[in-house]
Each structure stands twice: as C-alpha cells, then as structure tokens.
C-alpha cells in the first residue's frame, strides 16, 4: 500500500509546491508564512503517518533489553568546563580514552567544533571523580535515567510493550522506572554514573562555535563492562518468551582496562545466548560510539552476525562501513551528511553483512546454524536531519512506513523534551529533493509535505526516508538515538 499510486502522488506533490511557491509570489506574503504553512503540513503528515497503525496494546508484545544502565548527571558542557577551570585548548586530538584534564580538552575541542557525538571512557578515576564532583553543583545540572538498555526499556513500556530489562541497578533507580518493566539483574548499592556535556548549535567554547547541538559523554564504569546482569537475564529469558530481543550498552566494554580474555569470555557467552534463542525472535543491536579496533572486530563476530536489525546514527554508520570494507575505522564525519550518501553507506552496510551471511552458509555446514547467524533483514539510521530504513521485503518487520514517522516525530519529541510537538521550535533542514544515491543520473525525490515519508523498492528491500522537524530550543540530545530507534521498532513487532 506505501508504495502504490507513489508516480502520481510525486507529480501532484511537486505541482503542489509549485502552486504554493507561486501563491506566495502572487501574494508577496512573508516568506516565513509558507515556511510554517509548509512545516504545519509536514507535521500533521507525520502524525497521521504513526497513526496509521498502533501497538497491539491489549496483547502487549514483550521486548527483552540488556545490558546494564547508569545515573545520567546532565550539565551544560562550556559552563561546566569553564566552572571547573579546564580552559579551551587551540590542539584539538583524537583520544581512544582519557587519563588528565589536557587530554579530556583537547578531546572535547575535537568533537565540539562539529557537533559530533561522542563516548569517552576516563581511565583515572580521582579526575572523574573531581569531575562528578563539579557537575554536581553546576546550577542548571539534571539527574536522568541513562544508558541505551535503560531510555530505549523506557520508551517501549510507555508505548505500550512489556520488558524485561537486563541491569544491575540501586533500588532508587529501579523505583523510577516506568511501570512494565521487569529487571533482571544484581542489586548495586552505587550506580555508575555517566557525565553528560550537552551543547546547543552555536555554542561557543574559546576559539570553536559548534555547528549542531550534540553532547560528550564521559563515564569511568566498573560494573557495566561486565555485563554483570547477563546471567540472570539469561535465566530469565527462557520464561519470558519475548517477541524481540534488544542489545545495546555494550561501548562500555570499548577501551576498558579488561585482564587479557576477559572480554572476549563475555562477549562469546552473549554470542551464546543471542544464537540460542529462537530464530522467530527478532534480535536487534543498537550501536554505539566504539573506537576501539578490536572490539569492533569482536562484536562483528560475536553479536552482529547474529542480528536481524542494527540502528545506529550518521557517525556510527561510516564507522561500521569501513571496518567492513577492511580499512581502519572513523572516528569523525560528517555531522549533517546527505540522504543520498548515507543511504549509499546503508546499501553497501546491507550488501556486505548479507554476502558474510551467505558466505558463512556455504561454508559448509559443520558448525550447524549457530554458526551461521542471521541474515540482516533491517537497519535504521537516525541523522539530525531524516531517518531512513532499509527493511527486507517479507521479512518479519511490519509498518516500515509509520516506524520511520514514527522515529522522526520521536526525534524532536526527545530533543525538545515534549510530547507535544511545538512547529514554532522547529525547523526542516533537510533539502527541498533528494537524490536516492550518489551515483551519476539517480533519480531524485522531491520531499512532500503532505506525504512527507518517502517509501521506494530496491532489490529485495524497501526504503523509507522521513525528514525531521528538527527542534530549535534543544532540551537534551543524550539519549535520542536510543528514544528514535525504540520508537521505530515499537510499530514494527
Ligand atoms: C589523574 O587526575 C589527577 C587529578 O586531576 C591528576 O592529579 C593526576 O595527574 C592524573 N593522573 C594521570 C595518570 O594523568
Ligand atoms: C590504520 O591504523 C594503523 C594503526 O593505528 C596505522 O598504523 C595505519 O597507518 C592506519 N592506516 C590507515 C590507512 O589510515
Ligand atoms: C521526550 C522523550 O520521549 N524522551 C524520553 C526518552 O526515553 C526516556 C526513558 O524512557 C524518557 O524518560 C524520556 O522522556
């Protein structure tokens, strides 16, 4: 149905912009009129997009989390910087972790200036506690809920799943938890805590002005690496029967001071577990900000093969693209990349997990299915700017359409901190078309504000792109990928 009668609702739409931008030089009406006529249509669009289909709410469908979980102490990263006296260097470097103040500002000056988010771990534990220390009194900080396993369990019970959430957490953190969610896990007397710089666009930090809101996350965790709620998860597992099952929180283990085959033990039990549930259940993993070779290689092997669905935003795709492709990973691109080039990186993310999987089943059956894993049916890229989707035709996932509105309106929801979405604090960045591939002579699709997500085939998929109402009066960005990615996944169970 999202795809039928696309020709001619792209040749009404287009003469539909025609009339509007001629009804707006007849008129000579201020241009900033259209742009919010055109922002209004595109919003009720999408609101009538995600509601096209709901969740099952009377047979909740069950969603299984892991792993782990922290305290988010939120501040404002310039104020606290200059608060606590690290001053802006004119060295911006790439760190894989920190040990001093130097390097968490010449760190921080590296990922600011772009707006790229960014996950640190701090190896000295007096600094990050001096840090925590600072935040704390920082007027304006805010206490959330945080961690990927955490805010994506929370997004799911509120929109009408039951979880089980796999974390070692305090009794005050699991108190706070929405109703629905069931933990599996040790009980901690101390969470980790994870230290939240948030910036807006055009903030300014000596000599760097950011060019998108974004955030720098700082954490020195010593229970999350290891995965400490997994065998109680595990057991719990099996009862629970859950009808996906979601891994996310693992670049906690990514630059960690592990004892040589530690973390490889952990990872191989968690490969254990996600190839021994059943097939019918959809495994998704939600990737992260690794910089850490080996690890990435690592959960290549032992948890993205076994997936049927990855999300992940603009940094993290070309990130996994170049491992695939053999080269060393990135660690920064570009921010506010085009439609055209990232789906150009998901087709070829797509292309190449798939032929690893047929090539895995060919190989000769010896090592049985387990081996094998699965093949990659979805994957879902959140950028500042669109959402877009691959999904398998006929395969398991449903309503790609409404999840991509559905993510998209999730966004500006997160980010500005409302449910209820104000167009007077948001703005469309996205261009007017886009062109569906890099390649000489690609088609290009104009955006439609009365059918703003754009749905085409390929291959033996389907595509959709949405574009965002960005939001203008940014409340937090940590946190959004997982509120998006959860959001979409919701309508597609
Ligand atoms: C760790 O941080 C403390 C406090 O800021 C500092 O005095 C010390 O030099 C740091 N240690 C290393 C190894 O950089
Ligand atoms: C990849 O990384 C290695 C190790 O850091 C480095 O020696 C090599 O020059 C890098 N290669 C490229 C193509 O950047
Ligand atoms: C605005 C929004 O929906 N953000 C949510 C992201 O998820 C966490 C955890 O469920 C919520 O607390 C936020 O409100």
Excluded at 4 to 19: A, H
Excluded at 152 to 158: E, K, P, S, V
Aim: with cysteine.
């Amino acid at each position: 149905m999202e795809g039928g009668g696309r020709v001619s609702w792209m040749k009404y739409g287009s003469f539909v912009s025609l009339f509007v931008v001629l009804l707006a030089v007849w008129f000579r009406s201020p241009q900033n009129a259209v742009l919010d006529d055109r922002l209004d249509t595109v919003l009720s669009s999408l609101l009538r997009a995600e509601k096209k289909v709901g969740v099952n709410n009377v047979a909740r469908p069950k969603v299984a989390i892991g792993f782990g979980g922290c305290v988010d102490l939120l501040v404002d990263g310039v104020s606290f910087l200059n608060k606590i006296g690290i001053s802006h260097t004119e060295n911006p470097v790439h760190y894989d972790y920190l040990e001093n103040a130097e390097q968490l500002a010449q760190s921080f000056a590296y990922f600011f200036a772009p707006g790229a988010a960014a996950e640190r771990f701090m190896l000295n534990e007096t600094l990050f506690s001096e840090l925590v220390d600072g935040a704390r009194d920082l007027p304006g900080n805010r206490w959330a809920v945080g961690g990927n396993a955490p805010v994506m369990a929370g997004r799911m019970a509120n929109e009408g799943c039951d979880v089980l959430l796999g974390g070692s957490y305090s009794t005050d953190f699991i108190d706070v938890l929405p109703e629905h969610i069931t933990v599996a896990g040790e009980v901690l007397d101390e969470p980790d805590i994870h230290l939240i710089l948030e910036y807006s666009a055009g903030s300014s930090w000596g000599r760097y002005t950011s060019r998108r809101a974004n955030r720098y996350i700082i954490h020195s965790d010593d229970r999350n690496p290891y995965l400490s709620s997994m065998e109680e998860f595990a057991k719990k597992l099996k009862d629970f029967n859950p009808d996906l099952l979601v891994v996310g929180g693992l670049q906690m283990m990514d630059n960690f001071p592990f004892q040589s085959g530690e973390r490889d033990a952990l990872l191989s039990r968690l490969s254990d577990l996600l190839s021994s549930s059943s097939p019918q259940i959809g495994i998704h993993f939600e990737m992260a900000s690794f910089v850490e070779e080996s690890i990435m290689e690592d959960l290549l092997h032992y948890v993205i093969s076994h997936a049927d669905s990855l999300g992940m935003n603009e940094q993290e795709l070309p990130n996994l693209l170049s491992l695939l492709k053999g080269s060393n990973i990135t660690v920064l691109s570009d921010p506010n990349p085009r439609v055209a080039t990232v789906l150009d990186q998901m087709r070829e993310v797509y292309r190449i997990l798939n032929q690893r999987y047929t090539d895995a089943s060919t190989e000769g059956d010896t090592e049985g299915t387990k081996a094998r894993g699965k093949p990659l049916t979805r994957l879902h890229v959140h950028t500042l700017a669109f959402q877009a989707m691959i999904v398998t035709r006929d395969s398991k996932w449903k309503n790609t359409m409404s999840a991509t509105a559905k993510a998209s309106l999730t966004a500006n929801r997160h980010v500005c901190g409302s449910n209820d979405i104000d167009p007077s604090k948001a703005r469309l960045i996205m261009d007017d078309s886009f062109s569906v591939s890099q390649r000489e002579g690609s088609q290009r699709i104009p955006l439609q504000e009365n059918r703003p997500v754009s749905c085409w085939d390929e291959d033996d998929y389907e595509i959709c792109v949405a574009p965002v109402l960005v939001c203008t009066e940014v409340y937090q960005t940590a946190g959004g990928g997982d509120n998006v990615s959860a959001a979409g996944l919701v309508l597609q169970i």
